[in-house]
């Protein structure tokens, strides 16, 4: 894996005649768009294929709404390709969805249009100082984007795109160019490159799945962890929450390989837990609670938040289990700790009135309590992440603060699941509804969800991954 950097006619048409076949592409004048879309191509017998054009002049990443369409177009390009030569036209009612592996015969990868003389030859980028020069045979980038404030969605369908990558052998990629949190190496180790080169970016798409060189966003989750990466990922023969395993173990393979804090806050974590543990002989319960614009599965709370109290005596209570099942080591611990972690900062107060043995998970880098961010409904919102990214194309001043509260709502983020997350904390209490909830499981791991240890506060709803 490895970090990469931060509606006139294409007049290009081309055959070829390696393998004694000869394709053209289908359309007026037999040219291309100058913006990314699929195309048709037929051989001198009629036989057609399809493929996709993305112009070798524009940049990568695309913009997410762009990714969005190419899906959109591929699919009734996919179905047009399969009428013309079924001479069936399909019935939107009756035909049943392909399964995540499915392999069209009619789709022409870009890296074999290229080779036809169909599409012009993109180039890797030269920026690059890759060891190797051979490209990777198979790929995935993931593109780090933020179109709205939740970081716990882009951190679990960044570990689910890693594990994926590594179940299909694809290099894996992280492309950090248009990240509103910044770069990647400001919050984590930088990842290990693989020891081939990245694709040229004409060839990298986000759909079909069968294409060499995918890519990976918040904005193509439904298309990349949908439904059928659900039927093909859950286990079928089993139930309830042993359903997920198989997608859980995907999610684990990247935190493990990805969620390296810098040095310098890896250590901190450990030295406060070390300091809560060891000096003063603690057990430690972890607690997440988000508010803002997220709000509970539960439809008697659906419209406002949990209460304080039910996460408290959940808390109380797993506790109370975990001494009542404690092995003679553990019974040194003779106090608890209540580690809190949360998006808004009045629950710190209010909880603390609660339970006196709660304190901050972290108080290293706390969410920015200054400006107007925090007004009216508690906790981070869409809103107000939307108007920090506004005040970072303000004056050089504002620009400036901005950028830095962005950044320090990232680390604190990072640095509460650090402490919440890893092993040194015994149980976690939060509301699964919310996405970092989830990621707290995959941190623990899943023994620690199946033995109780991770304790849902939010209805009746077990473990599960992305929502799409």
């Known amino acids: 894996m490895s970090l990469l950097g931060r509606h006139a006619k294409q007049a290009f048409i081309g055959y070829a005649t390696h393998d004694q076949k000869a394709y053209q592409i289908v359309g007026e004048e037999n040219t291309l768009d100058n913006h990314p879309s699929p195309i048709m191509v037929t051989d001198r017998r009629g036989r057609s294929k399809w493929t996709i054009s993305i112009p070798p002049e524009l940049e990568f990443p695309l913009h997410p709404k762009h990714y969005v369409e190419m899906c959109l177009a591929s699919m009734k390009m996919a179905k047009r390709v399969d009428e013309l030569k079924s001479h069936t036209p399909h019935n939107n009612h009756v035909v049943g969805h392909h399964s995540y592996y499915y392999v069209d015969p009619n789709f022409m990868d870009v890296s074999e249009a290229e080779k036809h003389g169909l599409l012009p030859i993109g180039e890797p980028s030269r920026s690059r100082n890759w060891e190797s020069k051979n490209t990777c045979r198979k790929s995935l980038t993931y593109v780090l984007e933020s179109s709205n404030a939740g970081l716990g969605n882009v951190l679990l369908s960044l570990w689910l795109a890693y594990g994926l990558a590594r179940k299909e052998g694809r290099a894996f990629f992280i492309d950090d160019t248009n990240w509103a949190y910044g770069s990647y190496k ?19 798409l986000p759909c079909p799945h069968q294409a060499s060189h995918l890519v990976v966003s918040a904005a193509t989750t439904k298309y990349t962890f949908g439904h059928t990466f659900s039927e093909e990922y859950e286990d079928p023969y089993r139930s309830d929450v042993l359903r997920q395993k198989p997608i859980s173990d995907l999610a684990r393979e990247g935190y493990e390989a990805l969620f ?8 901190y974590v450990q030295e406060r837990k070390t300091q809560l543990i060891e000096d003063d002989g603690r057990r430690l319960v972890g607690v997440h609670i988000r508010h803002g614009d997220h709000h509970p599965w539960e439809f008697e709370h659906h419209k406002s938040y949990l209460p304080l109290e039910t996460y408290i005596s959940t808390a109380v209570e797993l506790n109370l289990s975990l001494e009542h099942h404690q092995t003679a080591q553990q019974q040194q611990k003779t106090t608890t700790t209540i580690l809190l972690a949360s998006d808004d900062p009045q629950v710190y107060t209010d909880l603390q009135s609660l339970h006196s043995a709660t304190t901050r998970a972290q108080p290293q880098v706390s969410y920015p309590e200054s400006g107007n961010i925090w007004s009216g409904e508690g906790g981070f919102s869409n809103k107000k992440f939307q108007s920090l990214l506004n005040s970072t194309t303000s004056t050089a001043d504002a620009s400036q603060v901005a950028r830095k509260t962005i950044e320090a709502l990232a680390r604190s983020y990072f640095l509460d699941l650090a402490m919440l997350g890893q092993t040194e904390t015994e149980a976690v209490v939060c509301a699964v509804s919310s996405v970092t909830c989830r990621l707290l499981a995959v941190m623990m791991g899943w023994d620690a969800l199946v033995d109780g240890k991770w304790k849902n506060v939010d209805g009746d709803w077990t473990w599960s991954g992305l929502e799409w």
């Open 186 to 204: 400001t919050y984590f180790a930088p990842p290990l490159r693989p020891s081939c080169h990245p694709p040229p970016r004409t060839q990298i």
């Open 260 to 267: 390296h804090l810098r040095p310098e806050e890896a250590a």
